[in-house]
């Protein structure tokens, strides 16, 4: 993936042909590069890596159609076409691990995919010139998403995870500054329901005592204040209070490098194995950066309120809130009982 968001021309892994010619208003490869110099570099490096997949599927259908990428033959059949292959699994997709291959993705990344699809097309249509017989995903219906299903931590399943990770910091032969920055990270990601990508993001700087300063938000919009619960900042302050003032990232490495998603995914399968080990499997917890998230914006929109949990999301719009604190069968079913 290009650091600075754009799309690869010529990366094997993605298998989009290069540019027949130079022509910037024709060459849909041309255009995807500009479009992600423009318009998505500055986001969330796993946005962009998602956009750059989305896009890369439906050029590498479109080369594969035609032979070339001129736009304008770009129209609305083509479209519904490339939509109808995406959820038959007929289209190469590019992922993070081995080769393009035709496979069956899920509703979301199916919805997901024709959104950026389609951003990209009304970027051209209205920024870079018109196609001849209109924006050519106008008229096309829109994939439905999935019914949103919450995926959080009860609270006693919350006390096990934060336990657990405190039994960590004390085990022998891990080193206790280790342990006590891996419970921070936890407490931190249920203390504020950031993204991983957006903690992972932050620098020292921005900690005031009470929460984030200029928050970088996905889509690129800057947050000007986020505060972390009260019970977790304090385990936030121990770390900090062991890392010392340096300026740099927040959560670090050993040798002092900005922590990464992979290094972060680690740290939680560890402290989640340590929370099930004498648990029949059943009752593991299924842990993700993802979970705390929905748990903290469930436990929000419950206690404070839905406005609350959407000014702390991130989101811009509700369009997305709505699965983070969608009620499970049980929670409404109890609430319906309890009416009078």
């Not at 993936?1 to 041309?30: E, F, I, W, Y």
């Not at 083509?78 to 899920?106: D, I």
């Not at 490495?253 to 499997?281: E, K």
């Amino acid at each position: 993936m290009s650091n600075d968001g754009r799309l690869p021309v010529n990366n094997l892994q993605h298998k989009v042909l290069a540019p027949q010619h130079h022509d910037l208003q024709t060459s849909l490869l041309a255009l995807a590069e500009r479009y992600f110099q423009t318009q998505v570099a500055g986001q969330a490096a796993g946005t962009i890596d998602a956009k750059q997949r989305d896009l890369a599927c439906f050029l590498t259908f479109y080369t594969q159609l035609y032979g070339h990428d001129d736009r304008r033959e770009w129209y609305k059949a083509v479209t519904e076409a490339f939509l109808r292959a995406l959820a038959r699994g007929q289209v190469p997709r590019p992922s993070k691990r081995g080769a393009p291959k035709p496979q069956r993705l899920s509703q979301s990344t199916i919805a997901r995919t024709y959104a950026t699809v389609r951003h990209f097309a009304r970027w051209i249509h209205k920024h870079v010139a018109a196609f001849p017989l209109g924006c050519p995903t106008d008229g096309v219906k829109a994939p439905e998403e999935e019914e949103p299903k919450w995926k959080g931590l009860s609270r006693l399943e919350q006390l096990r995870l934060l336990t657990a990770a405190q039994t960590l910091r004390v085990r022998k032969g891990r080193g206790t500054d280790q342990g006590l920055r891996d419970h921070a990270l936890v407490a931190t990601l249920l203390g504020t329901g950031l993204r991983i990508s957006e903690l992972l993001a932050i620098d020292v700087a921005q900690y005031n005592q009470r929460g984030f300063v200029q928050v970088l938000r996905k889509g690129g919009h800057v947050q000007k204040f986020l505060p972390i619960q009260k019970q977790h900042r304090e385990v936030l302050d121990e770390w900090l209070a062991q890392r010392g003032d340096a300026p740099g990232p927040l959560f670090t490495t050993r040798s002092g490098q900005r922590l990464d998603r992979t290094q972060a995914f680690v740290i939680l399968r560890r402290i989640a194995r340590q929370a099930n080990a004498h648990l029949p499997p059943e009752q593991h917890l299924q842990v993700s950066p993802h979970v705390l998230r929905h748990t903290l914006l469930r436990k929000v929109a419950n206690e404070k309120g839905l406005h609350y949990a959407m000014e702390l999301s991130g989101h811009r719009s509700d369009r997305y809130i709505w699965r983070y604190v969608k009620p499970d069968e049980q929670s409404l079913a109890e609430a319906i009982d309890e009416l009078d």
